[in-house]
């Protein structure tokens, strides 16, 4: 991930900088952790390949999501300055961007040692550690464990559409979405570790 | 969950019993997270329909999932016996058997209070907190708490096969594995809330 893909001009969006946290798990754990999840070089593959297919719809994609965050008021509700109460837009136009990129590097699948590194770190910015100190918001305390890891669902469920979109067959399709969700899990169980007890992560 | 549907015999296997823990979560907080993942009727319907597909098919998916098991060193350690270093068979065989038996509960999609009180005690045996009290074993202290969540993976991706034997449409077994993937994701869940720092869940 050492340019980024020219997406260093994206505030906050910094994985390989000297301020990004290290991963606590060595690289080791991490390829162990990978077969935990089944996730192979043919999930890679598949990956690589709905790259072609999403490039264009990162942001009609985040759009999707935020819309199923806006249906639901617990949901909703992170977004939420705490002292005026109402939407921080700055905040959300931040995040949103850096969700967008997510798409891409979630699709390219360059799952080195830097960004091994950046899924710690954006695990720290949802929990209480590093909530909002990125963008210098006032939104919730933290994003709670447990919408951390079900959003997962609510992410990749509604992916297909967007992913039958590049014409390839059924059976493709399927198997670029099962990537997706192996890739997925697998990033939650990272983003999971600053919540997790010592020891039990 | 009253009748356990028959399964009242199985040793260790006991919803709705006074010795199951309860939920930390109430009912309310549930209903949230079941949005979060974007559960819905339609995925009860869906998981109740794999029912039939699966209920002959229970003991084979606990045979493949055990075969990944054993396959990655990491994950075939959880079943040996401290003191021996050997497979913990009788531990194992109980396992197993609630294993099948969590199959068919998942299809059967009654998540009242009885289920999401069991879920949490599915949380703690995995966990150190109760891990090997139910069966009087020896095994390893704990499952990692990132060996759970991410192990959702390869507890969903591979059941393709299995779900198309009932002869519904391709996009029938979709819709199928879509709900199993947010079951899963669902559980998972629910379950790592005992390996979580206090308030972080």
Same mark, same amino acid.
Request: a negative charge; hydrophobic letters at 35%; glycine letters at 6%.
């Given at each position: 991930?050492?340019?980024?893909?020219?997406?260093?001009?994206?505030?906050?969006?910094?994985?390989?900088?000297?301020?990004?946290?290290?991963?606590?798990?060595?690289?080791?754990?991490?390829? $162990?952790?990978?077969?935990?999840?089944?996730?192979?070089?043919?999930?890679?593959?598949?990956?690589?390949?709905?790259?072609?297919?999403? &490039?264009?719809?990162?942001?009609?994609?985040?759009?999707?999501?935020?819309?199923?965050?806006?249906?639901?008021?617990?949901?909703?509700?992170?977004?939420?300055?705490?002292?005026?109460?109402?939407?921080? &837009?700055?905040?959300?136009?931040?995040?949103?961007?850096?969700?967008?990129?997510?798409?891409?590097?979630?699709?390219?699948?360059?799952?080195?040692?830097?960004?091994?590194?950046?899924?710690? $770190?954006?695990?720290?910015?949802?929990?209480?550690?590093?909530?909002?100190?990125?963008?210098?918001?006032?939104?919730?305390?933290?994003?709670?464990?447990?919408?951390?890891?079900?959003?997962?669902?609510?992410?990749?469920?509604?992916?297909?559409?967007?992913?039958?979109?590049?014409?390839?067959?059924? $059976?493709?399709?399927?198997?670029?979405?099962?990537?997706?969700?192996?890739?997925?899990?697998?990033?939650?169980?990272?983003?999971?570790?600053?919540?997790?007890?010592?020891?039990?992560?």
């Amino acid at each position: 991930m050492q340019d980024h893909h020219g997406s260093k001009d994206l505030p906050g969006y910094n994985p390989g900088s000297p301020d990004v946290a290290k991963s606590p798990i060595s690289f080791d754990e991490f390829r $162990e952790l990978k077969a935990t999840c089944l996730f192979t070089d043919e999930d890679v593959a598949y990956l690589r390949l709905s790259y072609d297919v999403l &490039k264009d719809q990162a942001e009609d994609l985040v759009t999707m999501w935020r819309g199923i965050i806006a249906q639901h008021t617990h949901l909703a509700n992170y977004g939420l300055d705490r002292a005026t109460g109402e939407p921080d &837009k700055e905040y959300g136009a931040a995040v949103g961007k850096r969700f967008a990129q997510w798409v891409l590097d979630t699709a390219r699948a360059d799952y080195d040692q830097a960004w091994l590194d950046y899924q710690y $770190e954006v695990g720290l910015r949802h929990h209480r550690s590093k909530k909002n100190k990125t963008d210098h918001a006032n939104a919730a305390v933290q994003i709670r464990g447990r919408d951390l890891i079900g959003f997962a669902a609510a992410t990749v469920a509604p992916m297909r559409p967007y992913l039958e979109k590049g014409g390839h067959s059924a $059976e493709t399709v399927q198997r670029m979405q099962d990537a997706w969700w192996k890739s997925m899990i697998l990033q939650v169980t990272l983003w999971s570790q600053p919540y997790m007890n010592a020891g039990d992560f």
